[in-house]
């Protein structure tokens, strides 16, 4: 229904004769390619970089997770205070 038929597609191919010239068709049907094809390669590199920050995720939440475990009510502060993260 909204896609384009076979007489608009035969259109479009006159009307961008007419406009352009048989001479600047291959050179604009280069051009277009080429910008297709790095619109394609961004997209991808898109979608790794996403997948691979989904990947180390987890992991970041598994160490938030123990790190978020309620202390002990019975801890003397000053033990609390002298405690250190490792290096």
Request: without cysteine; glycine residues 10%; proline residues 7%.
């Amino acid at each position: 229904m909204g896609g384009i038929g076979v007489t608009g597609f035969i259109l479009l191919i006159i009307v961008a004769l007419l406009l352009f010239g048989p001479n600047k068709l291959p050179q604009l049907g280069r051009a277009v390619g080429r910008t297709l094809r790095e619109f394609k390669e961004g997209a991808r590199d898109i979608i790794s970089d996403t997948d691979d920050e989904e990947d180390r995720k987890p992991a970041k939440r598994e160490v938030r997770s123990v790190d978020s475990a309620p202390a002990s009510t019975s801890a003397d502060p000053q033990q609390v205070n002298n405690k250190r993260l490792p290096d």
